[in-house]
């Protein structure tokens, strides 16, 4: 696993130094936005009421390059899924089932970002999509899956206009063949 973080973080540092490299160039407004996310997760397709439970916990980080006129964006993502294996017994609400072998996910994906409305106003709807790439874990073995595609939804609110720092609320689905993943997430971007 240890290689595979490893490679992530390698081709993570490769995009930013090439999107934020282009990006100084033709933005002097904020050229690099920094966010991370928390949220759940449910699991589709073939990773549905299988060997999985259905839900999960995601944290993430993302890098933001915007483009003018500033309705465009590049965005870089790394994220972490945890689904706890079907064995698990929940007893008495949420009690985490260390004993059973975890299902993790570690997507990293290359999105555009479309806003949907003036760059002026404070709220930001926006749509954005890419391809990503996917690690999974699941009792000591750990390897790659076929590439996927991912989709997002988001509304973001500027709270410090000055700064264009701003909060968000994401819904994703990431796609790997017949497995998928929808995610809502809430985050932050400074």
């Given at each position: 696993m240890r290689t595979?973080?490893?490679r992530a973080a390698l081709a993570s540092a490769i995009f930013l130094a090439a999107t934020t490299s282009n990006a100084q160039a033709v933005?002097?407004?904020?050229?690099?936005?920094?966010?991370?996310?928390l949220g759940?997760?449910?699991?589709?397709?073939?990773y549905s009421g299988g060997q999985i439970h259905n839900t999960a916990g995601v944290i993430g980080l993302e890098v933001q390059?915007?483009?003018?006129?500033?309705?465009?964006?590049?965005?870089?993502?790394?994220?972490?899924?945890?689904?706890?294996?079907?064995?698990c017994l929940l007893v008495g609400g949420f009690r985490p089932c260390f004993n059973n072998p975890i299902v993790d996910l570690v997507p990293m994906s290359a999105n555009l970002v479309a806003r949907l409305n003036d760059p002026s106003t404070r709220w930001s709807p926006y749509l954005l999509g890419g391809a990503a790439l996917y690690l999974t874990s699941s009792g000591?073995?750990?390897?790659?899956?076929?590439?996927?595609?991912?989709?997002?939804a988001g509304l973001g609110f500027e709270v410090r206009p000055a700064t264009r720092t701003n909060v968000f609320i994401e819904w994703r689905h990431l796609s790997m063949g017949t497995a998928g993943v929808s995610s809502v997430t809430m985050g932050a971007r400074f």
């Amino acid at each position: 696993m240890r290689t595979h973080l490893v490679r992530a973080a390698l081709a993570s540092a490769i995009f930013l130094a090439a999107t934020t490299s282009n990006a100084q160039a033709v933005s002097t407004d904020r050229p690099l936005q920094i966010g991370f996310m928390l949220g759940g997760a449910a699991a589709t397709g073939s990773y549905s009421g299988g060997q999985i439970h259905n839900t999960a916990g995601v944290i993430g980080l993302e890098v933001q390059v915007p483009l003018p006129p500033r309705r465009l964006a590049v965005r870089g993502d790394l994220a972490y899924f945890s689904f706890f294996g079907t064995n698990c017994l929940l007893v008495g609400g949420f009690r985490p089932c260390f004993n059973n072998p975890i299902v993790d996910l570690v997507p990293m994906s290359a999105n555009l970002v479309a806003r949907l409305n003036d760059p002026s106003t404070r709220w930001s709807p926006y749509l954005l999509g890419g391809a990503a790439l996917y690690l999974t874990s699941s009792g000591g073995n750990v390897g790659p899956t076929p590439p996927g595609a991912g989709l997002q939804a988001g509304l973001g609110f500027e709270v410090r206009p000055a700064t264009r720092t701003n909060v968000f609320i994401e819904w994703r689905h990431l796609s790997m063949g017949t497995a998928g993943v929808s995610s809502v997430t809430m985050g932050a971007r400074f």
